[in-house]
């Protein structure tokens, strides 16, 4: 590693890749391992949305470069989805960007608003990627604590006065990766306010906006009154609609921010291939019927896992949005010893909590985007520990 930056080789070792590591050694000894620590869906891409891409692979005016910010369409398929879930009016030509994965857009953005040694508010426990992309942007990590006992609402009275003096943007993300945690408009309204008094901006990752159980849906922070004016939103297909390898996402709201975000991106990449962006925009104008048959299976598959769970002595409480369970482990662990020990003798991966934070100790997470039948196996294996 003599010729990375100083920024590259100082970012801390991903936790994920020691457990892969560990795979590996357990499946050349033969072991068969289950692995809940996946985090994108086993479900495939609905066909309609194939069908499309397969239409418009064959046309010979997708295969130039698109522009920019995205294809007039998928700019547009964002907005209507906005305006007919959540009676949001964005205008597409400045208030919508494609993203090529909402990961890539999320990097980028950081790069594009901060100085060197800017603060960011980042939830904790939280997906791990906003820590990396803040570091390799010179900004610096300021904890935004998240707490089961509260839900998992950002404790915004946590958050020290120097911290929110130096912040320059806060980051959100619900449904919550990894604690399964949802907020309703009022957590969403407290963080614009908050970012107005305090003079820094939101970005919220709205990842499993879509990945909701029975009633509940998932709030926009662009349906709080004022919030373009400090608040962006990161969507992506990838979760709601299997398309994770497709990579194609994008970026709402305030028009000054996707300006910078933009200049940062067309220097680095010209978008995403045209008809990735024409297939995204008819799952975005779709009836979202494959989306609810997907919800139905999770749930299905949470209702095997959780009473395993209790089984073991781990209380997890059913999420009402992701695919994760994200629970307590017994006392006296710690969650790397637990994941081990899962792994040991079960072979069966789980995330220790503490890959999302220092207050994901005590914690695991376990997804849900395993085949049906690998879940029920994993459940059996669980079941005989201890
Ligand atoms: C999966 C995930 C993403 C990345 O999504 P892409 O659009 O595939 O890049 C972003 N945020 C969270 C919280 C995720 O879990």
Not at 358 to 362: C, L, P, Y
């Given at each position: 590693m003599h010729y990375g930056s100083r920024q590259v080789n100082s970012l801390p070792p991903y936790l994920f890749s020691v457990f892969q590591q560990k795979k590996k050694k357990l499946q050349e000894q033969g072991i068969d391992v289950i692995d809940l620590g996946i985090g994108a869906p086993d479900l495939p891409t609905p066909p309609f949305i194939i069908d499309r891409l397969v239409e418009e692979a064959g046309k010979p005016a997708n295969h130039k470069y698109s522009p920019y910010s995205g294809c007039l369409e998928y700019k547009q398929a964002v907005a209507h989805f906005y305006k007919k879930h959540y009676s949001v009016t964005l205008d597409p030509e400045t208030e919508v960007h494609a993203l090529i994965g909402s990961k890539e857009g999320i990097a980028h953005f950081l790069s594009a608003i901060l100085d060197p040694g800017d603060g960011v508010l980042v939830p904790d426990p939280g997906y791990p990627v906003y820590q990396s992309a803040i570091h390799l942007a010179y900004g610096k990590v300021l904890p935004l604590p998240l707490h089961e006992k509260k839900g998992y609402v950002p404790q915004f009275e946590k958050v020290k006065a120097a911290d929110w003096e130096q912040a320059k943007l806060m980051l959100l993300n619900y449904p919550s990766n990894p604690t399964g945690g949802t907020v309703e408009r009022n957590t969403f309204a407290e963080a614009v306010s908050l970012a107005k008094k305090h003079n820094l901006c939101v970005a919220h990752d709205a990842a499993y906006d879509l990945v909701t159980f029975k009633d509940y849906k998932a709030p926009s922070v662009?349906?709080?009154?004022?919030?373009k004016e400090v608040a962006v939103e990161f969507g992506s297909l990838s979760k709601s609609f299997n398309m994770t390898g497709w990579r194609i996402g994008y970026v709402v709201g305030n028009r000054d921010l996707i300006r910078a975000l933009s200049i940062v991106k067309s220097n680095m990449d010209t978008s995403q291939f045209l008809a990735i962006q024409k297939a995204g925009a008819a799952a975005l104008y779709s009836d979202f019927s494959s989306i609810k048959a997907n919800n139905e299976i999770y749930q299905e598959r949470m209702k095997e896992m959780i009473p395993a769970l209790k089984q073991m002595g781990i209380e997890a409480a059913e999420p009402r949005g992701t695919f994760f369970i994200w629970a307590k482990i017994p006392h006296g662990e710690t969650s790397r010893t637990f994941s081990e020990k899962v792994l040991e003798k079960a072979g069966v991966i789980v995330t220790p909590g503490t890959a999302f934070g220092?207050?994901?100790?005590?914690y695991i997470r376990i997804s849900l985007s395993v085949p049906t039948e690998r879940l029920r196996e994993a459940v059996q294996r669980l079941k005989k520990i201890e």
């Open positions: 662009l349906q709080v009154a004022g919030a220092s207050r994901g100790e005590g």
